[in-house]
């Protein structure tokens, strides 16, 4: 079965940095793209980008290029969402998902149980 | 990017209605489509690909048609099991954008 896991919850202040991970499992890790997806609180899905795990190829959506940061060690099967600096925005439930094609443009399934991240004062 | 507009943002419905939602494209995108469920609390769940493919394991009551720029999903038949957002998404080109999604309530 293939399966994303991800890590737990975080609770963060303003300013703090954080790498949260998604480990998959039950299929080629290096042959396939993995996508980050946020959801804000009460809010519908917002596609961040992807990343292919093989040659860590990344594709960032505009609106989150260089607000986070998105790699991978295939060496265990483990990909990471990172930011260097966390805003009360940056609250959210983060999911990655798997996009079992060559290719980045193709749909999204399955998905991670996701990882809840909260940032206040 | 594509602009992906889903309607309607809600609906309410008795057990066994036909429920309709759309989702128009702001440009041609083909088939590229697909639909997701999205339980309160839980991930998004694919149930169409390719604007009409059924995922494996999906009930038949769950349909899927359009091409170009626009596309509807049906459930032919509601179920209480049901009751969820359901988001549709393009694939045509990066980025990858949503629908604002559509909740489903029972009536």
């Known amino acids: 079965e293939v399966q994303l896991v991800q890590s737990g919850a975080e609770v963060k202040k303003p300013g703090e940095s954080l790498k949260i991970s998604c480990k998959g499992s039950g299929h080629s890790f290096t042959t396939s793209w993995i996508a980050w997806v946020r959801q804000k609180p009460g809010k519908g899905l917002e596609w961040m980008g992807v990343i292919f795990p093989g040659d860590s190829d990344t594709r960032y959506s505009p609106s989150f290029k260089g607000q986070v940061t998105m790699s991978a060690d295939k060496s265990i099967n483990t990909a990471f969402l990172q930011w260097s600096g966390l805003k009360v925005s940056d609250t959210a439930m983060y999911f990655c998902?798997?996009?079992?094609?060559?290719?980045?443009?193709?749909?999204?399934?399955?998905w991670g149980q996701g990882t809840l991240v909260t940032v206040s004062s | 990017d594509i602009q992906m507009t889903q309607s309607p943002s809600s609906l309410s419905a008795s057990v066994g209605d036909r429920v309709t939602i759309t989702c128009q494209a702001s440009?041609?995108?083909?088939?590229?489509l697909s639909w997701y469920q999205q339980k309160p609390g839980k991930a998004p769940k694919l149930l169409i690909f390719d604007a009409s493919n059924l995922e494996t394991g999906v009930p038949s009551r769950f349909n899927g048609r359009g091409s170009g720029t626009d596309f509807t999903f049906t459930i032919s038949s509601l179920q209480p099991e049901d009751i969820a957002t359901y988001y549709c998404?393009?694939?045509?080109?990066?980025?990858?954008?949503f629908g604002g999604g559509t909740k489903v309530e029972i009536k």
């Open positions: 998404q393009q694939y045509d080109n990066l980025p990858l954008t």
């Open positions: 998902a798997i996009i079992n094609s060559g290719y980045p443009e193709a749909w999204i399934d399955p």
């Open positions: 440009q041609d995108i083909t088939n590229s």
